[in-house]
C-alpha cells in the first residue's frame, strides 16, 4: 500500500534571473493551504536583493520552513520525509546540471536528487536563453530521469496585461504539475473561450 505524501511542497530558489517566479509560487501555495518548505542558493539571495530589494529574510516570512544550504541533515534531503515533490524556481543551469550528474554539493540539489529518486514530481523552472548543446542534453538526461523542465514562457492566449499576469500564468501551470488548481490560472476553454480568436477587439484596441 503506498503512503500518500502530505500536502507539502519543496521550493527551490537558484541564483538565475526569475526570483519573482519563486516568491509567487509560494504565496499561491499558502493560498492553497500547501506547506512551504524552502531552500535558496547564496546567488538566489543575491538575486532577490538584486531583482526585489529584499533581504533573505523576506523568505522566512513567506515559508512554514526555510533551510541554509549548507544543512544537509535537513528533513528536506531524507525520502523518508514525505513532500508532493519540489519545484525549482527560477532553476539556473549550474543547478540543473548538478542535479542531472547526481553530483549534489548543496541542500538545494540534494533535495531534488531525493525527489527523483523516491519518484516524485520535480519541475525546473529553467531560466536561460539561448541554450546550446550541451544545455540541451542536459535536459533530456534529466527528463529521462523523470524531472519535468518548464522553462517559464508567456502565454499570450490568456491576454495578459501587466508582467504580474505573464508570472501568474507561468506558476499556476507549474502548479498544475502537481496536481494543484490555483485560481490566478486562465485556463482555456474555461477563463477563455476555446475556438474563438477576440480579433474584432484586437482591432478597436490596436493591437
Known amino acids: 500500500m503506498s503512503v ?25 501555495l499558502k493560498s492553497l493551504g500547501v506547506e512551504r518548505h524552502v531552500v535558496a542558493s547564496k ?39 514525505q513532500t508532493m515533490g519540489m519545484l525549482i524556481a527560477p532553476c539556473s543551469v549550474r543547478t540543473m546540471s548538478e542535479i542531472a550528474t547526481g553530483m549534489t554539493v548543496s541542500l538545494l540539489t540534494r533535495a531534488a536528487d531525493v525527489v527523483l529518486k523516491e519518484r516524485r514530481r520535480l519541475v525546473l523552472m529553467v531560466r536561460e536563453t539561448p ?8 535536459m533530456i538526461r534529466l527528463t529521462e530521469m523523470g524531472a519535468i523542465i518548464m522553462p517559464p514562457l508567456p502565454a499570450f492566449y490568456a491576454h495578459p496585461e501587466s508582467v504580474d499576469d505573464i508570472v501568474n500564468q507561468s506558476v499556476g501551470r507549474a502548479l498544475d504539475m502537481f496536481g494543484l488548481d490555483w485560481d490566478a490560472t486562465r485556463r482555456w476553454g474555461e477563463d ?5 480568436r477576440p480579433t474584432m477587439r484586437a482591432r478597436e484596441d490596436g493591437l
Open 192 to 196: 477563455l473561450e476555446s475556438g474563438r
Open 43 to 81: 546567488a538566489a539571495e543575491m538575486t532577490l536583493f538584486y531583482e526585489m530589494g529584499k533581504k533573505p529574510g523576506f523568505l522566512r516570512d513567506h515559508a512554514e520552513y526555510l533551510y541554509k544550504q549548507p544543512d544537509v541533515g535537513a528533513a528536506i534531503a531524507s525520502g523518508s520525509f
Open 131 to 138: 541554450f546550446h548543446l550541451g544545455h540541451l542534453r542536459t
Open 4 to 28: 500518500q505524501p502530505f500536502k507539502r511542497l519543496i521550493v527551490g530558489l537558484s541564483g538565475a534571473s526569475g526570483v519573482i517566479y519563486a516568491v509567487r509560487a509560494l504565496e499561491a
